[in-house]
């Protein structure tokens, strides 16, 4: 009988609007490679794709779903006035999820998942991973003054990337033995920058953020960087360019990713033996 126990693998999806359609190429790359996915943590956008997959949806349909959006389809969904907390109300968005994840719980996810929002009213990172999945990733995904946020057992829920952007920690936490991070917060900067007043608010922001995201991936074992461009957060149409940059860049890293797994594998096969010495 074999002693090799193989590694779990966690993923910690990043947060970063249109451009998270990168982690749909991101798990397209380990699938193809037979790299298992055993564990998902994800902030805002990667919750929505994490949440995806974790329900039954294989990433095939996924991406159908990403390149089936067009601009009808973003205004139809987001377009719900609100004059409380948040331009869009949010209940079309928490449909149009719904209707993928089938109603889904997080008890009966294929894969163990969490969504990760942050409380606006204390700053803490809140994660969520009991009742309806739809229900906890339109909480994750709440930017804030665009998003109108959710109340939930008494927290005001908002953006998962104010607190944990790569929520790394959380996929350990969950029994992760090896943590892929997948940041979409480093190449933000561009160099052909206009400083008008909205450029300033919108990337002090984003610095911040940048920063947090770098703090986050520091205790991964694999930090997948995408460079997707500057995208607004809303640009979900014509999303192939950062589902191919996605895919790219995990492949790039696959042979460490695959030599991580040999040496926590042997790693596991040492403390087996070392058990039976004593």
Known sequence: MSTTKRPKIGLALGSGGARGLAHIGVIKALEENNIPIDFIAGSSIGAMVGGLYASGLSVKEIEEIALSTDRRVVFSTLFEPSLKKGLIGGEKARVFIE???????????????????????????????????????????????????VEMDGRILADGGLSAPVPVEIARNMGADIVV???????????????GWYDIANDSLNILRHHLAHSNVASADIVVDIDTGKTSWYQFVNGQDKILAGERAMKELLPKLQEVMHQKSKGGIRKYLEFFKK
């Open 99 to 149: 209707k993928y994840v089938n109603g889904k719980n997080f008890e009966t996810c294929k894969i163990p998942f969490v969504a990760v929002a942050t409380d606006l009213k204390t700053g803490e990172v809140i994660v969520l991973n009991k009742g309806k999945i739809a229900t906890a990733i339109r909480a994750s995904i709440s930017i804030p003054l665009i998003f109108k946020p």
């Open 181 to 195: 991070a997948v940041n979409l917060d480093k190449h933000y900067f561009d160099e052909n920058w206009s400083p």
